[in-house]
């Protein structure tokens, strides 16, 4: 078997390129590409397409709540790339990294991290993503002043005009996050009108190498940093359900407490039970994780 071209290169390409298609798709039958990718691996190996595919299994470890296999997967990755000499090795390091950290609780500690990693040569120009992961990563750690700033050199004169590139959901749900924990109203809006066409999405970077869940999670956190917590209640819940679709655990847990959070704004008959529910299945899912356990948000 070698395809139409007879080539069996191609065949791999082909296979691997369905593969990320519909992992960045949300497709139930992701993974069962991947398994398909992964046999025809076993035959013979392809730089290439090897590393894509164990960059997908990363992602899907951090889905499982495998922090530490995910971070000892990335780590392996990422040395893999560099001894190829690809160009992306660095980049989707970081990538899987924050989001290793971000499911942990922990992204304030890549504060360093990332200010170096937003000069490094190997990004592509139109990856803003790295201003993005910064400014959470500061508005985490209590740091107003670096995330206000980082949110606007990513913001630039209107959020419209960031490219459209591979790294383009992550980076506005990164802003998402930053000007729900800056209170900053006026963005929160802006990113909620850019962000609600993808809805259905679930937020992936570059290749699908690293999963922040479902978009209606930052759709959520808009409505609730603008004030429009029946709006964040109706995201939120449509959120963990897509989170448990995608089987992101960690995701589930940080939309279930988010709802919770819009659910207790709201105040409405039956929204305090509703949130005490979210809360403790949250946490019961939060301890399946290995690795840190994730903490409160």
């Known amino acids: 078997m070698s395809g139409r071209s007879g080539r069996r290169t191609d065949l791999v390409m082909g296979v691997l390129w369905d593969t990320v298609d519909l992992f960045l798709a949300g497709d139930p039958h992701a993974e069962r590409r991947l ?46 790339g560099q001894a190829a000499g690809d160009f992306d090795a660095l980049g989707w390091y970081g990538a899987q990294l924050v989001a290793i950290r971000w499911f942990q609780g922990r992204l304030g500690e890549l504060v360093p991290v990332l200010d170096g990693l937003m000069h490094s040569p190997t990004l592509s120009p139109i990856d803003n993503s790295y201003y993005a992961a910064l400014a959470v990563a500061a508005a985490s750690a209590g740091d107003r002043r670096t995330a206000a700033g980082a949110l606007a050199r990513l913001c630039g004169e209107d959020l419209g005009a960031l490219p459209r590139s591979s790294t383009w959901l992550t980076s506005l749900c990164g802003a998402a996050e930053t000007a729900y924990l800056l209170d900053d109203r006026a963005t929160a809006a802006r990113i909620h009108e850019l962000l609600a066409p993808f809805a259905q999405l679930p937020a992936m970077a570059s290749l699908g190498i690293a999963c922040f869940g479902s978009v209606h999670h930052p759709l959520g956190t808009t409505a609730l940093t603008a004030g429009d917590p029946d709006r964040a209640v109706t995201h939120l819940r449509a959120a963990v359900r897509h989170n448990l679709a995608l089987a992101h655990w960690p995701a589930v847990v940080f939309s279930r407490r988010r709802h919770a959070e819009a659910l207790l704004r709201r105040g409405g008959p039956g929204d305090p039970a509703a949130a005490d529910r979210e809360l403790a299945a949250a946490d019961e899912e939060a301890r399946t994780f290995t690795g840190p356990a994730v903490t409160g948000r």
Not at 53 to 78: H, N, P, S, T, W
């Open 35 to 80: 398994g398909e990718l992964d046999d025809l691996l076993a035959e013979r190996k392809h730089l290439a397409a090897g590393f894509v595919a164990d960059a997908l299994k990363v992602m899907l470890a951090i889905r499982a709540g495998r922090f530490r296999d995910a971070e000892a997967g990335a780590q392996a990755c990422a040395e893999v």
